[in-house]
């Protein structure tokens, strides 16, 4: 009947038992038993290779100077200071001072070069750019060289003109700034890769080039020694160009017109 015996307890599901026994002894147990076989096996194994897929970070390329010496090439230069994408890369970074044939590259010739080599870079712009010890008793004019070699340059038509300049004080060659600067906007309006190609010298086949337009045999003529032999680069064409004006005209100041 219904009223008479003993209540029985009712059954309690095992699993059920579980959740309550952990729930009166504290619920922080429940997360260990129940994910045992997941966070502990799991997460250790993963964090390794999640720390293996951070790529590093690549070395930035550093640009250095170069000065081009006998037997020297563009690969060669590549290769040496392992240049990203070789010679043709040096190239195009250095190609209004090397000019429109690349194996052309002549002593003295400056070149910028981009370089991965963190060690090399470092040494050779610390190289390039010290100051080199004077003589115990220096000239007068090995004075003026050392500290015009110490000096660097814009890569513009200021830093070109400066640069020349400094050239021209060392060899004795006449001219300022302005007679510079006057005579190049009117030539090739401060282009160093400009040419002629129709006036009378291109009809003879030697075209007028270059900031100062000069035509090959004045340039090879007057060429100053320690600038570029190629009549593009901007410095070899300035000093070549005052070279010529001072031989026939006492000064490029002296110059105010086609000359």
């Not at 081009?68 to 970074?93: N, T």
């Not at 004077?134 to 200021?158: E, I």
């Not at 160009?241 to 000359?259: E, F, K, L, T």
Request: aromatic share 6%; charged share 20%; net charge positive.
């Amino acid at each position: 009947m219904a009223g008479r015996g003993k209540h029985r307890r009712p059954r309690t599901n095992p699993l059920t038992r579980g959740f309550i026994a952990a729930g009166t002894g504290g619920a922080a147990l429940t997360l260990p038993l129940l994910g045992a076989t997941h966070a502990s096996a799991v997460e250790p194994q993963s964090a390794p290779a999640a720390a293996q897929s951070v790529p590093q970070a690549a070395q930035p390329a550093k640009s250095l100077t170069y000065t081009v010496v006998k037997g020297d090439s563009l690969a060669r230069i590549a290769d040496r200071y392992d240049v990203s994408g070789g010679w043709k890369q040096l190239y195009k970074d250095n190609r209004t001072a090397v000019g429109d044939n690349p194996k052309l590259i002549h002593p003295g010739l400056k070149l910028t070069v981009k370089t991965t080599k963190t060690s090399v870079a470092k040494k050779t712009a610390t190289k390039s750019s010290a100051p080199a010890k004077p003589a115990a008793k220096p000239a007068g004019g090995v004075a003026q060289a050392t500290q015009a070699s110490a000096k660097t340059y814009a890569d513009n038509l200021d830093g070109w003109i400066r640069e020349s300049l400094d050239i021209m004080a060392q060899k004795g060659i006449p001219g300022s700034y302005d007679g510079i600067y006057r005579n190049i906007m009117r030539e090739s309006s401060g282009n160093p890769q400009a040419i002629n190609n129709w006036d009378s010298n291109a009809v003879a086949g030697t075209p007028s080039k270059g900031l100062l337009q000069v035509i090959d045999p004045t340039f090879a003529a007057y060429h100053v020694a320690g600038t570029s032999f190629d009549p593009y680069d901007p410095v070899a064409n300035i000093t070549a160009a005052c070279n010529y004006a001072a031989d026939r005209y006492g000064s490029i100041d002296n110059v105010n017109g086609p000359y």
